[in-house]
């Protein structure tokens, strides 16, 4: 199975930009990238996702690295309601359930 | 609204009892998830729905079962073969189980062992 690589936990101030990076030295060519978010006691809700190219919504950019072995999500103004766990997950071309590892837990202090 | 409810949101479960999960969407998806949490861990599936009269089992489905009557529904019963199924429930839906879908997720179910 691909597997993400991301760093257990970091800290930022509100208003501040927050880059939270993610590995994935063994994506396919297929393979799309997600990212969701878990608040605390809460179910994962789902941020962004991409396959090449960068990607922008109302909640975050995806900046995807020219060999796709990496990539950041970018929040660009933190606050404090974003707080939480964020969970970076490849998902295959075709048919394939995702599991989810550990994410990063993200402080933001005011 | 359309979207997913579980319930209830705390189940307490007795030595040797068997209790049910509710998983109930509302956003005509095919697939349907059922995952696992422990604290400060990831999630790990447990079983998985493609179609309504279908499951399979996920990593961690030993002392579980589904069943998929309804394309709306997907409850989950803990069985007394879980020694362990103390627990944060998570339950997810997508359009299918391709790679470009979206998952989403219900609030959750808490099961504590009495």
């Known amino acids: 199975d691909a597997k993400t690589t991301q760093p257990n936990s970091m800290e930022s101030n509100e208003e501040e930009p927050v880059h939270l990076p993610c590995n994935h030295s063994?994506?396919?060519?297929?393979?799309?990238i997600h990212w969701y978010r878990q608040l605390p006691s809460q179910g994962p809700e789902y941020v962004i996702h991409g396959l090449t190219s960068n990607v922008n919504n109302r909640m975050a950019s995806l900046a995807i690295a020219e060999d796709r072995k990496s990539s950041t999500l970018i929040l660009h103004r933190a606050t404090l309601r974003d707080a939480a766990v964020y969970y970076c997950i490849l998902r295959p071309g075709g048919s394939y359930i995702p599991t989810f590892g550990r994410g990063t837990s993200l402080i933001v202090h005011p | 609204d359309g979207g997913i409810t579980q319930s209830p949101k705390y189940l307490f479960r007795k030595e040797g009892q068997n209790v049910t999960l509710s998983c109930e969407q509302n956003?005509?998806?095919?697939?349907m998830y059922w995952y696992r949490q422990d604290p400060g861990q990831g999630l790990r599936l447990i079983y998985y729905s493609q179609i309504v009269n279908d499951f399979q089992k996920g990593d961690i489905a030993e002392g579980y079962s589904v069943s998929r009557e309804k394309k709306e529904s997907f409850p989950l019963t803990v069985t007394s073969a879980q020694k362990n199924p103390t627990a944060f429930y998570l339950c997810?839906?997508?359009?299918?189980?391709?790679?470009?879908?979206?998952?989403?997720f219900g609030p959750g179910t808490r099961l504590l062992v009495l």
């Open positions: 997810a839906s997508s359009i299918d189980s391709g790679s470009r879908e979206t998952q989403y």
């Open positions: 956003l005509n998806h095919d697939a």
């Open positions: 063994t994506i396919s060519g297929t393979d799309y």
